[in-house]
């Protein structure tokens, strides 16, 4: 297995240089209709002597009414939750398969799809089947979709099933979205969702929304109340002259004018998630309203959305003083629901609610002249997933020698209190780039964290990095990073993975043609 992958990064790079050098000297194309997509990872850990390996390459091809596709999986996860390695520890597969009729016209529409695809309903609230090969998250449905539109009004229907832990396709998802944007002040849809177990004793799991998405001048809102459905759940927890189970909202706002721009946004999701039977597959994903940033640190003490039990909102401003100078700011809160709620109650729980999630965002960016600008940026936070409380201050500066040299200057600290134990803890991130525009640069990262869990005895430890990456001509990213990582949480959409700590070498080669 070990030659067999170290025989396959080696193809792919012979290849896709072969491919590149190709376009650029000879101008060479490939047919008509036909694209090409492979990302492969390889990583080896000289401390657990555990390597992984993970490849997705996707052909597609189009023409006409009709397009085809398929991607081929190989890899071996290093995560042992099988939630994300789906019992494919040694595993390769032509994993995703879909053949397309497209009957489009200029004012109405008709296409069809059979096998693997993914869809998107709204913001979420009901149906999010998406991949994220960051988090790996891939709920992808096998089955039959079909979407038309005629005018404003759009029409999605699908029967399918997803892959559960074990990777074994069981219960089957039927769903329906229909928007009309045709009146601009309200722009109306519906969704609907069921899941259909396999053992009827569970019953049949529904979710059922309404949205509205109007615009009125500089105003931008979205507005969207889901209720969940189960007649078992009901008759066991419940009082019989309840109709549902759970309950889902959203609303988002934004508005802009001149040099300054708001958006607010609400959720309240009580006993809302969307799963499969054995709870291994998640069909829907609600806007978790936390901040994704950029910076190492203020990520690294994420909180991961729960979308049986929270509610909260999120504030960001941003504004331009003039062209040089702008700045940011965000500040959220997400707390627990209180005994009322359907989740407490299904759960036989009596828990008052809780502070979950606190965060506060500052950024202020100012250009000094052509050649250098500067981001100051702090960040507070509040978890109480890991009973911690954050400050974080962040300086970044970038000098521009010129068009194609770029230096960039990365410094963080953070101050962290367990507010259990009271314990007391910092870390600094140095981080050093250098980008020779468009082909080449090299990072340079070192962090430290210094306890003191002891009186007296303070211990310090480092992890450090060095980061390669290259563009070969305009098709292939390729990265190389030798050294290590802090553990960690990964999120993104406040779904999280937990990233172990990492100490050897990592590939990282993405072609598109």
């Not at 193809?11 to 090409?36: C, R, V």
């Not at 657990?48 to 052909?59: A, G, H, I, P, V």
């Not at 299904?346 to 506060?360: W, Y």
């Amino acid at each position: 297995m070990k030659l067999f992958r170290i025989i396959i990064i080696l193809l792919f790079i012979i290849i896709e240089k072969n491919i590149a050098q190709t376009n650029d000297e000879t101008n060479f194309e490939t047919p008509s209709g036909i694209g090409f997509s492979n990302q492969t990872d390889y990583s080896f850990d000289i401390k657990d002597r555990s390597e992984t390996f993970e490849s997705w390459t996707n052909l597609d091809y189009s023409k006409g009414i009709f397009s085809a596709g398929l991607r081929l999986e190989i890899f071996q996860p290093n995560d042992p939750d099988p939630s994300i390695h789906r019992g494919k520890l040694y595993y390769a597969d032509v994993a995703f398969k879909y053949l397309s009729v497209d009957l489009s016209k200029l004012n109405y529409g008709l296409k069809l799809t059979v096998g693997n695809y993914y869809e998107l309903f709204g913001r979420g609230m009901v149906l999010k089947s998406y991949e994220d090969r960051n988090i790996r998250v891939d709920n992808n449905l096998i089955g039959l979709k079909l979407e038309a539109y005629y005018d404003d009004l759009f029409i999605t229907a699908l029967s399918g099933t997803a892959a559960n832990s074990q990777n074994i396709r069981e219960d089957i998802i039927q769903a329906i979205d229909i928007s009309y944007l045709g009146i601009n002040f309200l722009r109306p849809g519906f969704s609907y969702a069921v899941n259909i177990p396999q053992d009827q004793n569970l019953g049949k799991t529904s979710l059922t929304s309404f949205r509205l998405e109007p615009s009125i001048w500089n105003f931008d809102f979205y507005f969207e109340f889901g209720a969940k459905q189960n007649q078992k759940i009901k008759e066991q927890f419940l009082s019989k002259n309840e109709i549902i189970v759970g309950k889902g909202f959203y609303a988002g706002s934004s508005f802009y004018i001149g040099q300054l721009s708001i958006s607010a946004e609400y959720k309240l999701y009580d006993n809302f998630s969307f799963t499969s039977s054995d709870q291994t597959i998640s069909y829907n994903t609600p806007p978790a309203l936390r901040k994704e940033y950029t910076y190492l640190l203020l990520n690294r003490h994420p909180s991961p959305l729960n979308a049986n039990n929270e509610k909260g909102f999120q504030v960001e401003l941003n504004y331009s003083f003039d062209d040089q100078t702008n700045f940011q700011t965000t500040y959220g809160i997400t707390n627990s629901l209180n005994k009322n709620s359907y989740y407490q109650r299904i759960n036989r729980l009596n828990i008052p609610s809780q502070l979950q999630f606190k965060e506060f965002f500052l950024q202020a960016n100012r250009i000094w002249d052509e050649g250098f600008n500067s981001t100051f940026a702090f960040g507070y936070s509040e978890e109480l997933s890991s009973s911690t409380k954050n400050i974080t201050p962040i300086i970044e500066n970038k000098f521009y020698f010129d068009d194609i040299n770029t230096i960039k200057v990365v410094l963080e600290h953070q101050h962290t209190t367990n507010t259990l134990t009271n314990e007391k803890y910092f870390s600094n991130v140095l981080a050093l780039e250098y980008l020779r525009s468009p082909s080449f640069n090299v990072i340079l990262l070192t962090e430290m964290q210094t306890k003191e869990r002891d009186n007296g005895k303070l211990v310090r430890k480092f992890w450090s990095f060095i980061e390669f990456g290259y563009k070969i001509f305009s098709n292939t990213d390729l990265s190389l990073l030798i050294g290590s990582r802090q553990a960690g949480n990964i999120c993104i959409g406040g779904v999280c993975r937990f990233e172990p700590e990492f100490r050897g070498v990592e590939l990282k080669i993405l072609t598109r043609i």
